[in-house]
């Protein structure tokens, strides 16, 4: 079992920045990558930006360059600063743990960000 507890989240000027925190506990030697996810209203849920467990990083196209996720292993910590953010950007983001690719992944509670124009 893994636990994800994301923080970070909040209202923002377009513009603004704003640090996304998914703390993880429990199994977290089985992570074999996590991964930041977002859900706008009435759109699918996307990735943002993903991190394996060797640092090889990934991010969706809409926020290269703005986005950066990076991990604290000390703090069993993953985190997404988000700069120059756009009310496009306004959605549910939610952390993702991924044990097995495909068959066994742990989802946080996800958390609000809102950027105003």
């Known amino acids: 079992q893994v636990q994800l507890v994301e923080s970070g989240g909040g209202l923002v000027q377009a513009g603004g920045s704003l640090r996304l925190s998914c703390a993880a506990s429990g199994s977290i030697f089985s992570i074999k990558s996590m991964g930041w996810y977002r859900q706008a209203p009435g759109k699918q849920r996307e990735l943002v930006a993903a991190i394996t467990s060797s640092g090889s990083t990934n991010y969706a196209d809409s926020v290269q360059g703005r986005f950066t996720i990076s991990r604290e292993n000390a703090k069993n910590t993953v985190y997404l600063q988000m700069n120059s953010l756009k009310p496009e950007d306004t959605a549910v983001y939610c952390c993702?743990?991924?044990?097995?690719?495909?068959?066994?992944?742990?989802w946080g509670q996800g958390t609000q960000v809102t950027v105003s124009s």
């Open positions: 993702k743990a991924v044990v097995v690719v495909g068959t066994l992944d742990y």
